[in-house]
């Protein structure tokens, strides 16, 4: 039986040396984007239109792509995300997608923590300063016994809690989902979104994209924040509205802000990246070494899973593992 051909679009994981040679020790015939971009459009679509399966990063996965690749059987996500994969095109043409939610989340949580105190010590704006020969000596505030909003309390949120607990912060928090039991075990403060940007000194997204996040943050929200508090957002961009974050820090309306995430990546907005109260780093929150291995073993397995039955040797199971059949509807 012909061994399964399995394309990798992702730039990161085709570089890593540990993921690529667990991969091609598996029985597949394997074809790595060795170009060293992303793959979009009609080179995305000509990439992986003869492959049996995909691993895939933040590569658009949509209903014209899945035409143009009939062979395709499983759809690997080397990542945490759904929002660039269209679950309903997947399941009309019974294309499986394997994903492992919150396998980075220890990651995303340390670097937030790091933008925490960087943010209310004053780090980057003296350390650029110092850079123009400014001595100045402006130490900010300790992050210990801040106010602390988080909204989101899924894999990352509530790993964000674990980390923040040694300084004794108040923590708010705002989900949809049910989450009175974990806020009660770790002493956090459920609350509207609304008691939570008026109240918090530091304010930090986990929330997946979507219609109901988009432009979570926006004018009217910012106006709602404290103007000596910061904005944290190491989700996805799109819950941004990055203009009106623009405008809010150009004006001082809040203290500054950490973006991680972008609508369009990388951002073309020179206006915003080169504001002096905006920390803004490129998509790195979830891409810590240890992060990349895991999230790369996860996708992985996910194939192992799915053309063998079950996991082979050497491939760390990840805490949690979803694999999501969505098979063909009648």
């Keep these: 039986?012909?061994?399964?051909?399995?394309?990798?679009?992702?730039?990161?994981?085709?570089?890593?040396?540990?993921?690529?040679?667990?991969?091609?020790?598996?029985?597949?015939?394997?074809?790595?984007?060795?170009?060293?971009?992303?793959?979009?459009?009609?080179?995305?679509?000509?990439?992986?239109?003869?492959?049996?399966?995909?691993?895939?990063?933040?590569?658009?996965?949509?209903?014209?792509?899945?035409?143009?690749?009939?062979?395709?059987?499983?759809?690997?996500?080397y990542g945490v995300g759904?929002?660039?994969?269209?679950?309903?095109?997947?399941?009309?043409?019974?294309?499986?997608?394997?994903?492992?939610?919150?396998?980075?989340?220890?990651?995303?949580?340390?670097?937030?923590v790091g933008l925490m105190i960087a943010l209310s010590r004053n780090l980057f704006v003296t350390s650029q300063q110092m850079r123009l020969g400014d001595w100045d000596k402006n130490g900010g505030r300790q992050l210990s016994n801040l106010r602390i909003g988080i909204i989101g309390l899924g894999h990352v949120g509530q790993e964000l809690v674990r980390l923040l607990k040694p300084f004794d912060c108040s923590i708010w928090a705002n989900d949809i989902a049910d989450r009175e039991n974990f806020c009660r075990e770790e002493g956090v403060t459920l609350t509207t979104k609304e008691s939570?940007?008026?109240?918090?000194?530091?304010?930090s997204l986990h929330v997946p994209f979507s219609k109901e996040t988009r432009f979570l943050i926006n004018a009217e929200t910012l106006d709602l924040m404290k103007p000596d508090a910061f904005l944290i957002n190491t989700s996805r961009g799109g819950v941004?509205?990055?203009?009106?974050?623009?405008?809010?820090?150009?004006?001082?309306?809040?203290?500054?802000?950490?973006?991680?995430?972008?609508?369009?990546?990388?951002?073309?907005?020179?206006?915003?990246?080169?504001?002096?109260?905006?920390?803004?780093?490129?998509?790195?929150?979830?891409?810590?070494?240890?992060?990349?291995?895991?999230?790369?073993?996860?996708a992985i397995q996910h194939l192992d899973t799915f053309f063998n039955g079950g996991a082979l040797p050497n491939?760390?199971?990840?805490?949690?593992?979803d694999l999501l059949y969505l098979r063909?509807?009648?």
């Design 315 to 321: 491939v760390i199971a990840p805490t949690e593992f």
């Design 82 to 112: 759904l929002d660039n994969v269209d679950q309903d095109a997947c399941r009309n043409r019974g294309v499986a997608v394997g994903w492992t939610p919150g396998v980075n989340r220890r990651s995303v949580a340390e670097m937030t």
């Design 240 to 298: 941004v509205d990055q203009e009106a974050l623009k405008l809010a820090l150009k004006a001082r309306r809040i203290a500054g802000a950490a973006i991680d995430v972008y609508a369009h990546e990388p951002p073309d907005d020179r206006e915003l990246l080169e504001l002096p109260n905006l920390v803004c780093t490129p998509h790195i929150a979830g891409n810590s070494w240890e992060a990349v291995v895991a999230m790369g073993r996860s």
């Design 328 to 330: 063909k509807t009648a």
């Design 1 to 77: 039986m012909k061994a399964p051909l399995i394309k990798v679009t992702s730039p990161s994981f085709c570089k890593n040396e540990i993921l690529t040679r667990e991969l091609s020790a598996r029985p597949f015939q394997i074809v790595l984007n060795t170009r060293g971009e992303r793959l979009q459009g009609a080179s995305l679509s000509d990439f992986l239109a003869d492959a049996d399966a995909a691993i895939i990063g933040l590569e658009k996965i949509d209903a014209p792509l899945l035409a143009a690749c009939p062979r395709l059987q499983i759809i690997s996500k």
């Design 196 to 203: 939570l940007f008026t109240s918090s000194d530091i304010v």
